[in-house]
């Protein structure tokens, strides 16, 4: 068991200071021994076996599960699977939500060598059955009545699918039979002999065994099934050991899908430590099950973060007056003292007393929101704007940015508390290298590469080297050790005229205005860029109504030339240090947000730029009419 930090904001040295080194490429440190993720398991399970090892919610009450239990029934579902003739290497679907349910019925696969499939439970019907017939997957594990009559609805396109499997739902919804009928069949053939033997099956299983078949949505095309073995996703635990630091005294609300690599592989660490888990009821209960679980840490994509520092300015400009001075001027205060700490210098003197006066009245307040004990979030799967995670720091809630996709396992590179830096997604981990190509696109090689693509040779080697560099796609720096990522390779708009645009970056100066809920940039090969916009619309219907302008439909109102106006003058306003050929030149605003169901986002909420580009076509035609 790794030590717990201290929870006090470190002094980081040489975050800010120095120049940048020129190195394009470097190694994270000696790799783990290979290993397997049952092993981890069953360490657990023996070394703490505590009564409240996962949380989860019933009937208003969180409910404990401990590690003799969850053993337990992660052996009688296995043993149940073998009774309905699922052998080693046969493949399981998995679509549901984060429950107890989703770790025992992932265990009782890995421990039993069987493959298992994650499907996004947002997914719609229709993508279902591609991953399934891909995959050949033999049965399925549903969560709900409605996950159990979505999968029910495309079972006559997947003929090889036998047995589907609910945890919630029963043969009412669609379901063959329930998880509880299928540790029914386990139970029937457990007993002390048969628990050794599953044991000892369980850990006699390979590092290069495949455990998993992770379905990237990517942002064109069908999508291609990630192969990770055992030791992909243990490398990755043993790794990420080294950088973040747990004990039992610790708990993390675990929302993100567990069908995301990230909360997957974040949740085989916290069980691996003994940390305990609660799963949030859905992410819009997030905030709420924060403040009755009060975590000391949690994982999550950059939109949450967004969102907790739209709410926090919101909820201060709604003050007005006193409050609303004492905000901003607490907010300049932070930012100040967190340049400071940045340096590796102690804001001392005037700045220190500012900072306590400010701690005290604002930033105190902001933790409590999330709990009171938070130590630190964890943010992966998309860019995290910089001026956001400086504001987390200044209120004392680090957000240690890391860097990785489905194909890594996933972690490649993360910030921790005694190395971080502002802007990074932090040093490559244990056993991994990154090298920048003469590209710009960031390269890896280690134990954390997947297999291959399933069924796809083709796309192997385009993404795997013959010496075992990956590309990820996305372009990036190395400097002093740390990485900093630019933008996607794909995702790079180049104009018209020539001109190379990072949109990224740029969509996250645009989100942390409060005004703007998502923005989308489009000019690859135009004339010049233009942006797309959803409102803020609580945010933009109140000024709206401030200024007396009345409306009958959203539609209505962003028709209007003064809001227009209004928005083209917000969506400037952060960025005014950009290049004349960066900055977007024309505006629309959209009603709606953009949406997995409708093919705009992936699962783990990337935008699609290319289809935006195609479904929004003629209005963006129309931004370009006229002009020469």
């Not at 799967?381 to 990785?404: Q, V």
């Not at 916009?533 to 709206?544: G, R, S, T, Y």
Request: proline letters at 6%.
């Amino acid at each position: 068991m790794t030590s717990r930090p201290a929870t006090a904001v470190p002094s980081l040295q040489n975050t800010l200071a120095g120049i940048p080194s020129p190195a394009t490429h470097v190694a994270g440190g000696p790799r783990p021994a290979p290993g397997t993720v049952n092993a981890l398991f069953f360490d657990a399970v023996e070394r703490f076996d505590r009564a409240d090892a996962l949380l989860y919610k019933v009937g208003g009450v969180w409910e404990p599960t401990g590690h003799r239990a969850i053993l337990e029934r992660v052996r009688r579902t296995a043993l149940g699977l073998a009774k309905l003739g699922i052998v080693a290497q046969d493949r399981v679907g998995l679509l549901s939500e984060n429950r107890p349910e989703w770790l025992i019925a992932d265990y009782a696969c890995l421990c039993s060598s069987v493959t298992d499939v994650p499907i996004y439970p947002t997914l719609p019907a229709e993508q279902i059955p591609y991953i399934l017939n891909d995959s050949g997957a033999r049965a399925i594990f549903v969560s709900t009545p409605e996950q159990a009559r979505k999968v029910a609805s495309i079972r006559s396109e997947a003929p090889q699918l036998q047995w589907i499997i609910g945890f919630a739902a029963t043969t009412d919804d669609g379901c063959d039979l329930t998880l509880a009928d299928v540790e029914a069949l386990g139970a029937a053939e457990d007993s002390t002999e048969r628990a050794t033997a599953f044991r000892q099956q369980a850990l006699s299983a390979s590092p290069d065994q495949l455990v998993t078949l992770i379905y990237t949505s990517g942002t064109t095309g069908n999508p291609k099934g990630v192969m990770l073995t055992q030791d992909n996703l243990y490398s990755n635990v043993q790794a990420t050991r080294e950088s973040v630091q747990v004990s039992t005294t610790d708990l993390a609300l675990s929302f993100l899908p567990l069908s995301h690599i990230f909360e997957r592989m974040g949740d085989y660490f916290l069980f691996a430590n003994g940390v305990r888990i609660a799963y949030a009821e859905s992410i819009d209960t997030v905030p709420v099950n924060m403040s009755e679980v009060k975590p000391s840490f949690m994982m999550s994509v950059p939109r949450l973060y967004e969102k907790i520092y739209a709410r926090v300015l919101e909820n201060a400009v709604a003050s007005g007056g006193l409050k609303a001075r004492i905000f901003f001027w607490a907010k300049g205060v932070g930012e100040r003292w967190t340049d400071e700490k940045l340096a590796g210098r102690e804001p001392t003197g005037l700045l220190g007393l500012q900072y306590a006066v400010a701690d005290r009245l604002v930033f105190s307040k902001l933790r409590e929101r999330v709990g009171g004990n938070l130590r630190f979030f964890i943010s992966g799967g998309a860019p995290l704007s910089p001026d956001i995670a400086k504001f987390f720091y200044s209120a004392g809630l680090i957000i240690l940015e890391g860097y990785g996709l489905t194909e890594t396992s996933p972690v490649i590179a993360a910030n921790t508390l005694e190395a971080y830096r502002l802007g990074s997604v932090g040093r490559p981990i244990a056993g991994v290298e990154v090298r920048i190509a003469s590209d710009g696109e960031i390269l890896t090689r280690g134990p954390h590469v997947m297999r291959g693509y399933y069924n796809n040779e083709v796309a192997t080697r385009e993404a795997i080297t013959a010496d075992g560099w990956f590309h990820t796609g996305d372009i990036g720096v190395l400097e002093g050790g740390f990485l900093r990522i630019t933008d996607r390779k794909k995702d790079i708009i180049v104009t018209a005229g020539g001109k190379n645009i990072a949109p990224q970056p740029i969509e996250n100066l645009l989100k942390t205005n409060k005004y703007v809920s998502q923005a989308v940039m489009i000019g690859d090969k135009r004339k010049f860029p233009v942006v797309l916009i959803v409102p803020n619309w609580d945010q933009l219907e109140k000024w709206a109504a401030s200024q007396n302008i009345v409306w009958t439909s959203r539609a209505e109102l962003m028709a209007m030339p003064t809001i227009n106006a209004k928005m083209e003058k917000e969506v400037k306003e952060p960025l005014k240090g950009l290049a004349s050929y960066e900055m977007p030149k024309k505006i629309a605003l959209l009603e709606h947000d953009f949406t997995v169901e409708r093919g705009e986002m992936t699962p783990t909420l990337k935008v699609k730029r290319r289809v935006i580009d195609r479904s929004y076509q003629a209005l963006i035609d129309s931004l370009y009419a006229g002009t020469d």
